[in-house]
């Protein structure tokens, strides 16, 4: 009964600091950041284990963007390296059932998606603006993620995963940003 105890308050402890309750995310500033002119791209160097990627560019409210993702390693959460559907990781990750343990399913940032999903927020309006890539409308003749910017203010990206958790990942892409 006492284990039970102890891992119910480990288990709330974390659920509690998790990204699943927005307010309480510490992204450090949310200055506007580098603004992208019309037609203009960025290229982003991103690693999963870094839990919060700052790209240092600023969106603007109601302005279409576009990603462009090209997965330049294996991505890997510890020891997983495949989905449910045992094809190797990619941006859409892997669902629940795939973790060794169930329960630790309401440990990751974003109950609503999937594990290591790669996830877009802005800290201007973090409520609104958390997405995963699976939210996002995809372009298959230009191989493309398209999404409109929620609030003016800097873009962040991370894999949905468990604070604390980043330091087991492993895996780096190479991600364009282009203002449409």
């Not at 102890?6 to 950041?33: E, F, I, N």
């Not at 919060?52 to 510890?78: M, R």
């Not at 973790?99 to 998606?113: D, G, N, T, Y």
């Amino acid at each position: 009964m006492k284990k039970l105890k102890t891992l119910a308050a480990l288990l709330a402890t974390v659920s509690l600091t998790s990204c699943s309750l927005p307010g309480l995310m510490s992204l450090g500033d949310a200055q506007p950041g580098e603004v992208l002119m019309p037609g203009e791209t960025t290229a982003l160097q991103f690693f999963t284990n870094i839990p919060n990627f700052d790209t240092e560019i600023g969106l603007q409210e109601g302005v279409q963007y576009e990603l462009k993702i090209n997965l330049l390693s294996n991505w890997l959460d510890s020891t997983i390296d495949r989905n449910e559907n045992k094809q190797t990781l990619d941006q859409y990750g892997f669902a629940d059932s795939v973790m060794p343990i169930p329960a630790v399913s309401l440990l990751k940032r974003s109950r609503e998606h999937n594990w290591f999903e790669l996830m877009l927020l802005q800290p201007n309006c973090k409520r609104s603006s958390l997405v995963g890539i699976s939210d996002l409308t995809f372009d298959e003749a230009s191989g493309s993620y398209n999404f409109v910017a929620t609030c003016d203010g800097k873009l962040t990206l991370f894999v949905n995963d468990s604070h604390g958790f980043y330091s087991n990942n492993s895996g780096f892409a190479s991600i364009s940003l282009s203002r449409v």
